[in-house]
């Protein structure tokens, strides 16, 4: 049954596919030709499309294709989602296998050619995910993230293949230094596909990345108000490993030891979550506002710990910009942890 909706849901996108591209000129590879016009471009998250309309401006038609505070892990395309995507003269999507493996199959069998889809996870120099630990993730401390030229160790991008599911952490606006790389990888695709608009896509690149290096001063004032022995915390699933990284809060466990904040976890796994918590005296408890865990009400039952909900780590809520994202989520987590004594 399951492989008949699958079939049905090939041939409906395929049609789309082939309606969308039978009008209008196209170039040899069947891409629209862009003929004195915005290009269009398409962007999976709600996340991906804050940075993308922040350089692209006015000179491009956005469409994001996942809707506010859908949770992106467990996001089902629509069938009208394959004509979005096939009328794009570019599309940007998180990678790292972070997008569901049925979005990436409609992109690739969607999109008009290879070349249009444009991954921005693999340009940030994204940070390993530690599946044994969460300690350190690759030692990428605070201390000379500023510059973009100081991550030359991590330009080898085709080592991602072979790692296996989840090995690169792809959350990775919890570091707005590593948005800085993700807006330059975007400012580049658009200048390469829309080179008429290039100085006004290198003018809004630089404003925002200033705007960025502002981001982490703020970002860091508010954490250092956090006494040290206090930044210490526990989440849903592994979301937060950025602002580990770059910010020295320390992640010491979470309720599901995976990236896919849809996975379930077995009963020695809990007991393990319970175990750290109490090692710890870890005080407070952050429930993530796109995935509840079921499991919460058992630790909170077994250990006392307080639970904290609404913190946002994969979406955009309607009408908020990243800034505000990343604000409200580090102001929720510094109150809590701030007396915790």
Same mark, same amino acid.
């Given at each position: 049954?399951?492989?008949?909706? =699958?079939? %049905?849901?090939?041939?409906? @996108?395929?049609?789309?596919? =082939?309606?969308?591209?039978?009008?209008?000129?196209?170039?040899?590879?069947?891409?629209?030709?862009?003929?004195?016009?915005?290009?269009?471009?398409?962007?999976?998250?709600?996340?991906?499309?804050?940075?993308?309309?922040?350089?692209?401006?006015?000179?491009?038609? /956005? #469409? !994001?294709?996942?809707?506010?505070?859908?949770?992106?892990?467990?996001?089902?395309?629509?069938?009208?989602?394959?004509?979005?995507?096939?009328?794009?003269?570019?599309?940007?999507?998180?990678?790292?296998?972070? $997008?569901?493996?049925?979005?990436?199959?409609?992109?690739?069998?969607?999109?008009?050619?290879?070349?249009? /889809?444009?991954? !921005?996870?693999?340009?940030?120099?994204?940070?390993? +995910?530690?599946?044994? &630990? *969460?300690?350190?993730?690759?030692?990428?401390?605070?201390?000379?993230?500023?510059?973009?030229?100081?991550?030359?160790? *991590?330009?080898?991008?085709?080592?991602?293949?072979? *790692?296996?599911? &989840?090995?690169?952490?792809? *959350?990775?606006?919890?570091?707005?230094?590593?948005?800085?790389? &993700?807006?330059?990888?975007?400012?580049? %695709?658009?200048?390469?596909?829309?080179?008429?608009?290039?100085?006004?896509?290198?003018?809004? &690149?630089?404003?925002y990345t200033d705007e960025l290096k502002s981001l982490i001063g703020?970002?860091?004032?508010?954490?250092?108000?956090?006494?040290?022995?206090?930044? %210490?915390?526990?989440?849903?699933?592994?979301?937060?490993?950025?602002?580990?990284?770059?910010?020295?809060?320390?992640? /010491?466990? #979470?309720?599901?030891?995976? /990236?896919?904040? @849809?996975?379930?976890?077995?009963?020695?796994?809990?007991?393990?979550?319970?175990?750290?918590?109490?090692?710890?005296?870890?005080?407070?408890?952050?429930? $993530?506002?796109?995935?509840?865990?079921?499991?919460? $009400?058992?630790?909170?039952?077994?250990?006392?710990? %307080?639970?904290?909900?609404?913190?946002? !780590?994969?979406?955009?809520?309607?009408?908020?910009?990243?800034?505000? +994202?990343? =604000?409200?989520?580090?102001?929720?987590?510094? $109150?809590?942890?701030?007396?915790?004594?």
């Amino acid at each position: 049954m399951k492989n008949n909706k =699958l079939f %049905k849901f090939g041939v409906i @996108a395929l049609s789309i596919v =082939l309606v969308a591209c039978a009008g209008g000129s196209s170039d040899e590879a069947g891409c629209p030709v862009i003929e004195d016009r915005k290009i269009n471009v398409v962007a999976t998250t709600p996340m991906i499309g804050e940075f993308v309309s922040q350089v692209g401006g006015d000179n491009i038609n /956005l #469409t !994001v294709i996942m809707p506010p505070e859908a949770d992106p892990h467990t996001y089902e395309p629509a069938p009208q989602d394959a004509g979005t995507i096939a009328d794009a003269d570019l599309v940007f999507y998180t990678g790292l296998k972070y $997008e569901p493996a049925a979005v990436i199959k409609l992109l690739e069998s969607s999109a008009c050619s290879t070349d249009v /889809l444009a991954e !921005v996870g693999e340009n940030v120099y994204p940070i390993e +995910f530690k599946e044994g &630990g *969460h300690d350190d993730h690759g030692d990428h401390g605070e201390e000379g993230h500023d510059d973009h030229d100081d991550e030359e160790g *991590h330009d080898d991008h085709d080592g991602h293949e072979g *790692h296996g599911h &989840g090995a690169y952490d792809p *959350h990775f606006w919890f570091d707005p230094n590593r948005v800085a790389y &993700g807006a330059e990888y975007i400012e580049g %695709k658009l200048v390469e596909f829309d080179p008429s608009n290039a100085a006004s896509y290198e003018s809004a &690149g630089s404003a925002y990345t200033d705007e960025l290096k502002s981001l982490i001063g703020q970002v860091s004032d508010l954490i250092s108000t956090v006494p040290s022995q206090n930044r %210490k915390l526990i989440t849903t699933h592994e979301s937060l490993g950025y602002l580990e990284a770059k910010f020295g809060l320390q992640v /010491l466990s #979470t309720i599901i030891p995976s /990236l896919d904040s @849809a996975n379930e976890i077995s009963p020695s796994q809990l007991v393990d979550v319970i175990d750290v918590i109490e090692d710890n005296s870890v005080k407070v408890i952050f429930i $993530e506002a796109e995935a509840p865990s079921v499991y919460a $009400e058992t630790i909170v039952a077994e250990t006392g710990i %307080k639970a904290v909900e609404g913190l946002w !780590v994969e979406t955009l809520k309607e009408g908020q910009s990243y800034p505000e +994202f990343l =604000l409200d989520a580090v102001k929720l987590i510094v $109150e809590n942890l701030r007396n915790t004594d």
